[in-house]
């Protein structure tokens, strides 16, 4: 790999890092982000099932419902761009009923996980029980969503920019090892030369 590609990749890192530190740091702007990421993926899935429908409709006739639904992404992702206030409201609400729905799904799937053998059943029972605990306490506060979703947002970032840190240290082990390797087999080249002379 050429030194500058190492490079950008490690200033990327350092970028992601500092990216995700800000996310956990300011949380109300993270939602924000995430507010206007949903619009645009709408908005771009849209598009993209609109761009599907023009190519298909001369021999799919009965098509219109794929059009139907490409303008209705098209125009709800262009009400939360320009509106993202109403999915920042709700972002914490989804994210806390996922997780007790999440947690509740996953303390019932225990005891099928006892039924068939699995001897730590119980922790998996105990933690979904504390992921639905965790919902219904985030649906009661919601600014512990927000903070909640911040965080994960945060660390996924971060857990990102080390690991271009952990390619580019990967990358310079296994580049020095075939440096090692190539420097060996001149040596052997060298000296089945010499017996051969």
Request: charged share 15%.
């Amino acid at each position: 790999m050429k030194t500058s590609t190492k490079i950008w990749m490690c200033l990327a890192g350092v970028a992601l890092v500092a990216l995700g530190v800000l996310c956990i740091m300011y949380p109300g702007s993270t939602l924000l982000s995430l507010s206007w990421l949903f619009g645009l993926l709408f908005f771009l899935g849209g598009c993209t099932q609109m761009a599907a429908w023009a190519a298909t409709r001369g021999f799919m006739p009965l098509s219109g419902l794929s059009f139907f639904s490409a303008l209705l992404q098209i125009i709800l992702g262009c009400v939360v761009l320009f509106h993202p206030a109403p999915v920042m409201v709700a972002l914490p609400f989804i994210f806390a009923f996922w997780l007790l729905f999440e947690g509740i799904d996953l303390a019932i799937s225990s005891f099928d996980f006892k039924r068939v053998g699995f001897r730590n059943w119980w922790c998996v029972g105990c933690f979904g029980v504390l992921a639905a605990c965790f919902g219904v306490y985030c649906l009661l506060n919601p600014n512990v969503s927000i903070e909640t979703i911040a965080w994960f947002v945060g660390l996924g970032i971060i857990i990102d920019g080390v690991g271009n840190w952990v390619k580019v240290f990967v990358v310079n082990k296994v580049e020095k090892r075939f440096v090692k390797l190539h420097d060996r087999l001149h040596e052997i080249e060298d000296i089945t030369w010499e017996d051969v002379k």
